[in-house]
């Protein structure tokens, strides 16, 4: 199975920043959009942010103007750089691609933690 590796999660207090990483196969990097996703207890999970291979991006409302997804093509990462982080924003955050999410495959994913 491929393996996307999140990273980069934490504990922070709320108006702080954080970025996260995740690193993918190359083949898989270059064909594919990439997305953010995020899962919060007692909730769906939830697609947060994407990015084409051209580097087209999609961001849902409530971290619009706060969350910025991008790519490294050189290194197969792609970021979510997470600034002025909200209590809600309190969830696992995941990376993948449409093929394994339509398959129902998640990988371990990185807490990130807000607090008051």
């Known amino acids: 199975q491929v393996q996307l590796v999140e990273s980069g999660g934490g504990l922070v207090q709320a108006g702080r920043s954080l970025r996260l990483s995740c690193a993918a196969p190359g083949i898989i990097f270059r064909t594919n959009v990439m997305g953010w996703y995020r899962q919060a207890p007692g909730k769906q999970r939830e697609l947060v942010a994407s990015i084409t291979v051209g580097g087209n991006t999609n961001y849902v409302d409530s971290v619009k103007g706060r969350f910025t997804i991008s790519r490294d093509n050189a290194k197969n990462t792609v970021y979510l750089q997470m600034n002025n982080l909200k209590p809600e924003d309190t969830a696992v955050y995941y990376c993948?691609?449409?093929?394994?999410?339509?398959?129902?495959?998640w990988g371990q994913g990185t807490q990130v933690t807000v607090s008051s």
């Open positions: 993948n691609i449409p093929s394994r999410v339509r398959s129902g495959y």
